[in-house]
């Protein structure tokens, strides 16, 4: 667990607390959290207690690049949120909070009060209290709540919700009160300030006009320093009125990266494997001689030229940015080119006390599929890295195919002054799929598959998006959903808890790539006990049933009728909550670009249309 201290005094004991896995999925700098008796959010890396630094890389080199362009300055690396110890709790270990929103609306009279203008209930308790005209000799003054709305941009930037200029729509008001009216029903359309001074009303539902809120004034508030040096004076946008809890508070952006083996030379990898603890701060060959004197660094790096070990203590230092592929490229490119399984030979999902004990194992395996699948590889030993580069609000930006966001995505920053970036690790297992490529250009190319390309084109040009992903991915992507539904449902696994991984190029790659990768893990270093590599043996049976999931649809013909701007959804074809929906912790597009016509034949709908075809696969 990752503890919360607000900078309101010492304590030991933390304000609340967080999984550190969800420290970059939901709950990173900027996030608001609701705690018991009050609303923080969460301050930027600066107010962080030092983390495990953690190591990867491919996922440093890719995020070079992208980095600079937000930060202006060069990443040095990942570390793991702080973790707390309710055994020992320090007040200086943890994570940096704040009160936000400073607003808050008394619970009996319903005023819009400043934090600043209430008082504790007790000395050491945390609710904040409001004396009011309804507290009376006999009755404890009421609590004051945090307000659940403030006001925002999609460049993130977020502040209290400006109450006074909304109600009174730019006029002057001596001696101005503030009160939030609401409906018995507690419906939005019945919200109403009302301010008692000079009886001006407004309903709340009017914030949504155009031009109703002012322009953002740029404020960061999770960033550290004073006002004019956090905030943003260029940002074009008007605020918005968000709620505090709204799914579209938070997005993070968050790339990921697999370990995969790479060819290394013997110092650049006893190097890596002491960086973290020894290695980090030597900058002088008088130090490096200092530091060989640690048993464990010197049986690694002894018999080595102290010139060559300083020369690639400097290079590690440096970010050693190599020309890489992009992430998922170059991890298609290792699950294609695995051997073939040994008897006894598969390592087994939970970790053991070997610090060599590799963090990728995985073997292709001879098993029944149809001929459009080429190969099925089971990886008993996966480490899956994720990283938070930074984030939005109102709008979400998705990464392109490969997993990457380009430099010209916008983003909230995480510091003004820290060089890393928070990432957890993920240990696990699970199945990948490579699909035949001869077929898939086949199927492609037929006139039903190439008429249904343009039509879901034409969606997805309809929401302004910049790059079209393509037919080939909407029918993986779909497949994926169908796998992850059977998969659930004939060996036990929650969906929720099995995650897609989807490898395909864009169109106009030269290059072509399809894969599926459905894989299940957990965070730190217990793995998993190799219960889905064992369902990838029984492949066969999960693709028959996920076909036949595909099929039919309990929205049909409804659902399968359904083309890109049906019910103004822009991103999907055939598909909802009753056939290819699933948990949006297992997706990584927000179940969006899904079409399951594409993957099997559906009412309605041409045969030739699906990739899998019932009377040449023998599947359905």
């Not at 600079?68 to 200086?92: H, M, Q, S």
């Not at 945390?126 to 709305?149: E, G, I, M």
């Amino acid at each position: 667990m990752a503890k919360l201290m607000m900078k309101d005094g010492l304590r030991e004991q933390p304000n609340g607390k967080v999984r550190r896995s969800q420290m970059t999925m939901g709950y990173g700098p900027g996030s608001m959290i609701d705690l018991i008796d009050q609303a923080v959010m969460v301050e930027e890396l600066a107010s962080w207690s030092e983390g495990q630094c953690l190591e990867e890389p491919r996922l440093r080199d890719r995020l070079q690049q992208l980095f600079f362009a937000v930060y202006g300055r060069k990443l040095e690396g990942f570390r793991l949120p702080p973790e707390g110890d309710d055994n020992a709790p320090d007040p200086k270990t943890g994570i940096g909070v704040k009160r936000f929103p400073e607003q808050y609306v008394c619970s009996a009279c319903r005023k819009i009060v400043k934090h600043g203008n209430l008082v504790k209930r007790g000395k050491n308790d945390a609710q904040l209290v409001h004396n009011c005209v309804k507290t009376s000799a006999k009755s404890k003054a009421p609590v004051a709540v945090p307000s659940r709305f403030v006001a925002a941009c999609p460049n993130g930037h977020i502040e209290d919700f400006p109450w006074y200029r909304f109600a009174h729509q730019g006029q002057e008001c001596q001696g101005s009160e503030l009160f939030l009216l609401e409906s018995k029903t507690g419906d939005f359309s019945g919200i109403t300030v009302w301010c008692r001074s000079c009886k001006a009303t407004r309903p709340l539902k009017a914030a949504y006009a155009e031009a109703a809120l002012p322009r953002c004034r740029g404020h960061r508030p999770w960033l550290l320093g004073s006002t004019e040096e956090t905030r943003q004076t260029d940002c074009e946008h008007r605020l918005r009125l968000l709620v505090r809890t709204a799914s579209n508070a938070y997005f993070t952006q968050v790339m990921t990266a697999l370990s995969i083996p790479e060819e290394k030379t013997a110092i650049v990898t006893a190097v890596r494997k002491h960086w973290a603890t020894f290695l980090q701060g030597v900058k002088a060959i008088n130090v490096l001689e200092y530091t060989l004197q640690f048993p464990q660094v010197s049986q690694d790096l002894a018999g080595f030229p102290l010139a060559s070990v300083m020369a690639a203590i400097e290079h590690e230092r440096a970010g050693h940015v190599q020309e890489r592929p992009p992430i998922r490229v170059g991890e298609f490119a290792t699950f294609t080119s695995q051997p073939l399984e040994a008897h006894g030979e598969t390592v087994g999902g939970l970790l053991g006390d070997d610090e060599d004990e590799p963090s990728f194992f995985a073997r292709r395996i001879d098993v029944d599929v149809p001929a459009q699948i080429a190969q099925v590889v089971v990886a008993s030993r996966l480490r899956e890295v994720r990283a938070q580069v930074g984030f939005t609000r109102i709008d979400a930006y998705t990464p392109n195919l490969a997993g990457e966001y380009d430099l010209g995505v916008q983003s909230a920053p995480l510091s003004l002054s820290e060089s890393w970036l928070p990432a957890v690790e993920i240990w696990g297992e699970g199945i990948f799929l490579s699909f035949d490529e001869d077929r898939l250009a086949e199927w492609e190319s037929r006139a039903v598959v190439v008429a249904r390309d343009k039509l879901l084109r034409g969606g997805f040009d309809a929401t302004g998006q910049a790059t079209y992903p393509g037919v080939r991915f909407y029918m993986l992507h779909s497949l994926a959903h169908l796998l992850i539904t059977a998969l659930s449902l004939e060996c036990g696994y929650a969906a929720s808890s099995i995650r897609e991984r989807i490898y395909c190029s864009p169109p106009e790659a030269k290059d072509k790539m399809a894969g599926i990768l459905m894989s299940t893990g957990t965070p730190g270093s217990e793995g998993t006990l190799g219960g889905l590599v064992h369902q990838g043996r029984r492949i066969h049976n999960h693709l028959t049933a996920a076909l036949n999931l595909g099929r039919l649809c309990s929205s049909d013909p409804v659902c399968a009728s359904q083309t890109p701007g049906t019910d103004n959804r822009h991103l999907e074809g055939a598909a909802c909550h009753g056939c290819l929906y699933i948990a949006e912790c297992s997706c990584e597009w927000f179940n969006r670009y899904l079409d399951r016509a594409l993957v099997v034949p559906v009412l309605g709908q041409p045969g030739a249309l699906a990739f899998f075809d019932g009377a040449k696969n023998g599947l359905l």
